[in-house]
């Protein structure tokens, strides 16, 4: 058994939380550190969170599998990986299942769990509720009961399930209403017959759409504005570099400078894509030069319509879509649900425009909740609480670093607590996508091994975690 370790708790084990161990792991292997890294999650799996769990063969990824690499270093390494399981199935070009991406994470990270040196890996299947710095380390209360101290911890939270504030009164306790569509079993649930009202028009309500449909069914969908994501390419697109934009201009004159210079590339190159895939090297940039204020505005006036342009559905799911829409069994508006009356064997629906549908169940695909300090999240409320964390300046997500260290209320010392994906959003705008979350996972990785590796030198690290049972699903995990 390898003794003397850094011990890294990484809390989540969807897809942030998995390249972030992954990536700890490998660093270990390359410069002989002693780490302990413990992934934390009562989820059965690892690596499909919310994202990848999925087993329907018509959830896709909505980016081509060839720049879906856990290695930005790597291109190749995903559909090298696809080839070696599915020989001549999938090119790069295409927009694979989700499901497969998930087991492609479990083995990149059984993969580097199996690198030889002095670290190891190993599963705590619990929930962790809350957090306290304890010395130069954190304790993790768990859900179960017991306590789980670690030298860092790093906070893969993932997103988080949709807002309910919306909902009437009456249709939150009915059965007849799904407050989460990711929840296992929630659409299997749904009644066989009648139609359905989707609340949402983001690609979330794509996937339920294409789930639940079928002849002698209509499904309603309605949003606020009633905007669709737009559409992927049918083929590659070519690269081109992105505009220069000041951001101390203001956001009115960065929006003038964004939408001319996709207005070029659509004339140049014949589609608006091109102009907007350029942007994602600056976005991070861009965003962080507006003040605040210009954040909130941006949010409040643009970011739908970013998201419809920005976040695009596969070719074959969109033209699926498309054919159930032509043929009558789904229908996309705009709308906003007033108040609602549960009965026996319907729910009947009043719109703010006066309108009244009558459908089987309601189905909320508005996507995750967003702000902060409404998420739900007893770890989030905790942290927030204890000061260890601070909201971003409009509220999606915690203060950090560069590098992903949580940045703690006014006043307080900074626990060795790291996060990435979603709860950056606030900071970076783009933080949910697994392009920029591998560079996160890395950095995040980096700047937790720096700072054990500086508190080693300095004689500061604590005791063995109490409290905590691990598992080792894989024989990769095993101590060695």
Known sequence: MTTNLQRVAVVGAGAAGTLTAAHLLLRAAE????????????????????????????????????????????????????ERRAPGTFAPGDHVPRGLYGAYLDDVLTAAAARPG?????????????????????????????????????????????????????????????????????????????DLLLVGTGLTMIDVALAVHHPGRRVHAVSRHGLLPRAHAASALPAVPPPAVDPAQGLT?????????????????????????????????????????????????????W???????????????????????????????????????????????????????????????????????????????????DPDDVGLGFRTTAQGRLRPAAGADPAPLWTLGALRRGSLLESTAIPEIRAQAQAVAASVTAVLDAAHRAGTRHDTPRGATAERPHLAYAER
């Not at 063969?57 to 190749?76: C, E, I, T």
């Not at 906003?336 to 169940?361: K, N």
Request: charged share 20%; glycine share 10%; proline share 7%.
């Open 118 to 194: 002095p670290a190891r890996l190993s599963r705590v299947r619990d929930r962790v509720v809350a957090a306290r710095r304890v010395g130069p380390g954190v304790s993790l209360r768990l859900d179960g009961g017991g306590t789980f101290r670690a030298d860092a911890a790093v906070l893969a939270l993932g997103t988080f399930p949709p807002d309910q504030s919306w909902v009437p009164a009456a249709l939150r306790p009915s059965a007849r209403y799904v407050a989460d569509p990711w929840t296992p079993g929630a659409l299997a649930a749904l009644p066989e017959e009648g």
């Open 253 to 305: 004159t960065v929006r003038r400078t964004l939408l001319a210079h996709v207005s070029a590339c659509r004339r140049t190159h014949g589609d608006w894509r091109v102009g907007v895939d350029s942007l994602r090297p600056v976005t991070a940039t861009v965003w962080q030069g507006l003040t605040p204020a210009e954040r909130a505005r941006f949010l409040a006036t643009d970011q739908r319509l």
């Open 307 to 389: 998201d419809v342009h920005r976040h695009r559905a596969p070719v074959t799911t969109a033209r699926a879509f498309a054919e159930a829409v032509i043929a009558g069994r789904i229908e996309v508006g705009p709308g906003e649900i007033a108040d609602a009356e549960v009965t026996a064997d319907a729910v009947r629906v009043r719109l703010r425009d006066g309108r009244t549908l009558d459908v089987a169940a309601v189905v909320n695909c508005t996507g995750p909740q967003a702000e902060i300090r409404r998420v739900g999240d007893p770890l989030v409320a905790d942290l927030l609480a204890a000061g260890l964390a």
């Open 31 to 82: 410069q002989g550190l002693g780490l302990d890294v413990h992934l934390v999650d009562p989820c059965p799996g690892t690596g499909r969170g919310t994202a990848y769990a999925t087993s329907a063969g018509h959830h896709l990824l909505n980016v081509p599998a060839g720049r879906m690499s856990a290695f930005a270093d790597a291109p190749d390494h995903f559909t090298a990986w696809l």
